[in-house]
């Protein structure tokens, strides 16, 4: 699995940036931690880079 340490991901509701600590896994949910929305951890197919997604 694929470790994402060191980078920055966007929250796509509020649009925060948070650090990955490397420890997420893709479709892992994890919490937003300024608007705590629940996010999925995806990957983007064509390009390998992880994003987050609503989890409602
Ligand atoms: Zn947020």
Known sequence: MTKYS???I???????EMPLTGDEKTGEEVY???CQTP???KR?????EP?????F
């Open 6 to 8: 060191g980078k920055y």
């Open 10 to 16: 966007n929250c796509p509701t509020c649009d925060a």
């Open 32 to 34: 937003c931690p300024y």
């Open 39 to 41: 996010l999925k951890l």
């Open 44 to 48: 983007n197919k064509d390009t390998d």
């Open 51 to 55: 994003y987050l997604e609503e989890d």
